[in-house]
């Protein structure tokens, strides 16, 4: 298919706008998670000395191995009203966390988060620890030295983390097939909108479809590369 016919069937096809757009707020919602969440896992893993970080390490690493659809049959249970945190979800709203948003957010910062705590630890132990003695003996708080001095010096490694978790994101099907299913407006994200139109056998929509999610992937791990080759100092 010419490329101005994919544009075409893209620019004249609302429902494709309406997946795309979803998927990038799921996207966006789901690394400002990561950030929120991934930074203290990753900067508690690096300086603690219990001896079950091993263990830890391997948990958050395991969507990272696991087939989706594995990860996504077990948070499917754990989201039902029968089992924690679907039950305290329902206790909290009176509304199901299974095919809705809100699920799907809570899936993707799950099968997400190794993509963007590796990074967090790499860039995070780059960080010669003579700046961060002398931050603390000059008599900056633990607080201060991390927020002022640890965390902008690794910013690089931060910033390819979360455009890494943003990128996996995206693309994610097996997961979001699970828990989100393909209700348009709520949670027909784009690669289930892609699934959806080759299962119509409406190839020019899937091409268009398949076309915008292959440029707008290379854009991201192009811009991962350049912050990881970059020195922060």
């Known amino acids: 298919m010419e490329s101005t016919a994919v544009l075409s069937t893209l620019w004249l096809s609302p429902?494709?706008?309406?997946?795309?757009?979803?998927?990038?707020?799921?996207?966006?919602?789901?690394?400002?998670?990561?950030?929120?969440?991934?930074?203290?896992?990753?900067?508690?893993?690096?300086?603690?000395?219990?001896?079950?970080?091993?263990?830890?390490e391997a948990l958050v690493t395991l969507p990272i191995v696991l087939p989706p659809t594995v990860i996504g049959f077990y948070l499917l249970v754990a989201f039902s009203p029968q089992h924690p945190p679907g039950s305290w979800w329902v206790a909290l709203t009176g509304e199901p966390l299974s095919f809705t948003f809100?699920?799907?957010?809570?899936?993707?910062?799950?099968?997400?988060?190794?993509?963007?705590?590796?990074?967090?630890?790499?860039?995070l132990r780059a960080v010669p620890t003579e700046l961060l003695d002398a931050s603390r003996a000059s008599g900056a708080t633990?607080?201060?030295?991390?927020?002022?001095?640890?965390?902008?010096l690794a910013r690089r490694g931060i910033?390819?983390?979360?455009?890494?978790?943003?990128?996996?994101?995206?693309?994610?099907?097996?997961?979001?097939?699970?828990?989100?299913?393909?209700?348009a407006g709520e949670t027909r994200v784009a690669s289930i909108a892609?699934?959806?139109?080759?299962?119509?056998?409406?190839?020019?929509?899937?091409?268009?479809?398949?076309?915008?999610?292959?440029?707008?992937?290379?854009?991201?791990?192009?811009?991962?590369?350049v912050l990881q080759r970059r020195r922060t100092y």
């Open 194 to 225: 892609l699934y959806d139109e080759v299962q119509k056998l409406d190839y020019p929509s899937a091409h268009a479809f398949a076309a915008t999610l292959l440029v707008l992937s290379f854009v991201l791990l192009v811009i991962v590369s």
């Open 142 to 152: 633990a607080w201060r030295t991390w927020w002022r001095v640890h965390l902008p």
């Open 15 to 56: 429902p494709l706008w309406q997946a795309l757009g979803l998927t990038l707020k799921l996207a966006a919602v789901t690394t400002g998670f990561l950030a929120l969440l991934g930074l203290p896992l990753a900067h508690w893993l690096n300086s603690t000395r219990n001896r079950l970080v091993p263990i830890f």
């Open 102 to 123: 809100e699920g799907l957010v809570l899936a993707s910062v799950v099968y997400s988060l190794p993509f963007a705590v590796q990074p967090f630890q790499a860039a």
């Open 159 to 183: 910033g390819a983390g979360l455009t890494l978790g943003f990128a996996h994101t995206l693309g994610e099907f097996g997961v979001v097939l699970m828990i989100g299913g393909s209700i």
